[in-house]
């Protein structure tokens, strides 16, 4: 994916970006400004002046950007015209979920398939993407180019597929699974948690 030397904060916030201004180019508003794009997201002026003089330069005095050239800035960075070939493993509930989810090709990802070991999981399938054997990812994998791995299964199965997912070519990994999980040196691993995600903004709501 592009803008890996653009910071991982940044990163983070540019489908932000891409959603407001997205929204903006249906209204056919042909210009904003990184001030204006601050109030609308409640961004400091600051922040998103950096943000996007780090995809698309500095915007023009008293003009701003031009709304479809920055969403391409903000897409190519997010590598929307370089879709990377993802997998998932454990299509239960949460899997199911991603699997039927269309928005991650917005942001430069596509769940190629899932896989699982539960032959019932399998033959019920999912209507957007296969379910496949688990047997079959190595070679799947090698014979799509996949890069990107989905982990959704139990705590207790996390790191077999971790090690199934680094052999099969994987480079990096996204882990659901309540779990630290040990990768090798050069291979990317994010963490999850979604207990804690709520368990802050529980916080959060009572203070």
Not at 169 to 185: D, H, Q, S
Request: aromatic letters at 4%; hydrophobic letters at 40%; glycine letters at 12%.
């Amino acid at each position: 994916m592009n803008g890996c030397t653009i910071p991982k904060a940044t990163l983070g916030r540019l489908p932000g970006y891409l959603q407001y201004l997205r929204g903006l180019a249906e209204t056919k508003r042909k210009n904003i400004s990184a001030t204006a794009i601050a109030k609308g997201l409640a961004l400091g002026d600051v922040q998103v002046r950096k943000d996007l003089a780090a995809v698309s330069g500095a915007g023009k005095p008293k003009i701003g950007y031009e709304t479809d050239q920055l969403i391409l800035d903000i897409e190519r960075h997010l590598g929307h015209d370089n879709l990377t070939n993802a997998v998932l493993v454990g299509a239960g509930k949460l899997g199911r979920a991603l699997l039927d989810y269309d928005g991650f090709e917005s942001f430069g990802v596509k769940i190629v398939a899932g896989f699982d070991c539960n032959h019932q999981i399998m033959q019920t399938g999912v209507q957007k993407r296969n379910i496949l054997p688990i047997g079959s990812l190595t070679e799947y994998c090698k014979d799509n180019g996949v890069r990107l791995g989905i982990i959704t299964v139990g705590q207790g199965s996390a790191q077999e597929v971790c090690d199934r997912m680094v052999a099969s070519g994987i480079t990096a990994i996204w882990n659901f699974a309540p779990c630290a999980l040990r990768v090798p040196e050069g291979i990317l691993l994010k963490q999850e948690n979604l207990a804690l995600s709520l368990a802050h903004l529980n916080n959060q709501i009572n203070k």
